[in-house]
Nanobody, 120 residues
Framework: QVHLVESGGGLMQPGGSLSLSCEASGRIFSINAMGWYRQAPGKERELVAR???????DYADSVKGRFTISRVNAMNTVYLQMNSLKPEDTAVYYCNLRGYIDYVTPVDHWGEGTLVTVSS
């Protein structure tokens, strides 16, 4: 079983910064990618940022230049530094892991989510 422990988030004023972290543990054989998604009220879940095991990084256009994702492979941990926050960044942020729990069994696991609220 895979476990994702998210931390960070909270309330911040527009223009401020917040940092999220997600640590993966449990039955993990290999990780293809870890990333962050978000879901705002009344909207679908969307990709925020994702980093692959090879180091490739994808960002949503709406966060490019403001958010930075990083990963510590040895610790199976991914971080999301969010700067210049905007009210439209308000959402529940979910950590995601895609990989394998053994040679043949894929896993696509979600964290429980952490709320980020950007408001004055």
């Amino acid at each position: 079983q895979v476990h994702l422990v998210e931390s960070g988030g909270g309330l911040m004023q527009p223009g401020g910064s917040l940092s999220l972290s997600c640590e993966a543990s449990g039955r993990i054989f290999s990780i293809n990618a870890m990333g962050w998604y978000r879901q705002a009220p009344g909207k679908e879940r969307e990709l925020v940022a994702r980093v692959t095991s090879g180091g490739s990084i994808d960002y949503a256009d709406s966060v490019k230049g403001r958010f930075t994702i990083s990963r510590v492979n040895a610790m199976n941990t991914v971080y999301l530094q969010m700067n210049s926050l905007k009210p439209e960044d308000t959402a529940v942020y979910y950590c995601n892991l895609r990989g394998y729990i053994d040679y043949v069994t894929p896993v696509d696991h979600w964290g429980e989510g952490t709320l980020v609220t950007v408001s004055s």
